[in-house]
């Protein structure tokens, strides 16, 4: 893995997970035209985020990544961004409360449209067509038309990129006034449901302290342009992702810059294969998810092509075991990278391992086992003499009902009423905001030494 990067090294290792068009000219046009087109981050925001990332891996900070497991392209609206981005600020407020230290906020948005398949062609009653690879690549309905690869969606994509992160920086510039108002929040949910007192009493606490800033400065908190918000998603799409890198002016790294944080799926993390010979190349502050297949010498392996001078906030490990799995599969390997020095920023998927199909079908996650991997994640990081750096989660400002559990009880019943996504259920905005009362005991116990 030593010979020289270039960004089209990659080309001459196996790319895994890459749709097949039929008609390459047309993607070569697609993409030549993508290559012409202005960035949607900057390499300075870029290097802000790492320098972010590295205050996480020494434990001065915590991350907070979470968003749709897939953007639709016609979920790029302004009441779907708004909610969004509001549970999300809500969730690192809870966060940032109860742990007294910075919370890093990076959404699975703006550029979240490529999905890992687990295989390349879906068959119903006798007929074949390519999988749903995300709206980048195609379309969900199973006709042939739908489902054609189409490089015009790639433009598409970016376009739609764009767009969500330029009224995600008109929102937070606009100030985002209700949010930083607890005595607003809608916490009825969780009534006569366990710990609905000590949620109330932290937003009742955080409403005290947000006067008194307030009262402090003599300004509003949302007209002090404070909060900050970085993106991210999977780096799949490798002709995509080479289209928007660049070489700024003044650097002498590549940048991709269509998205702060690009990360590779656990399905695309061969230490031979193309995505990590792409991702090795870049400037960017990059995730990796770690699965349940992992061996420590591999994951030594994979820091060292990764990261080999070992640059604060280069590297995120986001594991996502499975809770029955987690016990068995991660101390090995956190075992390991503290073995070898080596500083990474750990970060716990909760999902990913946690889906299971229901007998009709549905394929959902339990919220008891999302909030179990989190609490074996804190406890095994604990007992090792590592950290917890942050949570991934796949969540939804909408009222969805996707994910069993939580205190409103949902049950299996339940996700017939309004289950939206095309690919990975989601919490939805009252289950992601318990999700962050109860990570927020483990950080207000870590705080206090506990
Ligand atoms: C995802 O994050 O949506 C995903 C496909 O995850 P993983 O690579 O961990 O399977
Ligand atoms: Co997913």
Redesign the pocket.
Known sequence: MSSTWTIDSWRTRPAAQQPEYDDPEALRAALAKLSRLPPVVTSWEVEKLKRQLALVARGESFLLQGGD??ERFADCRSDLIDSKLKILLKMSLVLVHAGGRQVVRVGRMAGQYA??RSSPTETRDGVTLPSYRGDLVNRPEFDAEARRPNPDNLLEGYARSAMTINFVRSLLAGGFGDVHHPEVWDLSFADGAEGSEEYRRLVDRMGEAVRFLETMVGRRLDELGLVEFFTSH?GLHLEYETAVSELPPLRRRWYNLGTHFPWI???TRAIDGAHVEYFRGIANPIGV?V?PTMEPDELLELIRVLDPEGEPGRLTLIH?MGVDRIEERLPPLVEAVRRAGRTVVWCA?PM?GNTYKTADGIKTRRFDDILGEIDRAFDIHEALGSRLGGIHV?MTGEDVTEVVGGARGLDEADLHRAYRTDV?PRLNHEQALELAFRVARRLRRRAQGG
Request: glycine share 14%; charged share 60%.
């Open positions: 497991c897939s999905k890992p999977e799926g656990d399905r998810k699965g996502r998927d990913h796949e990975d």
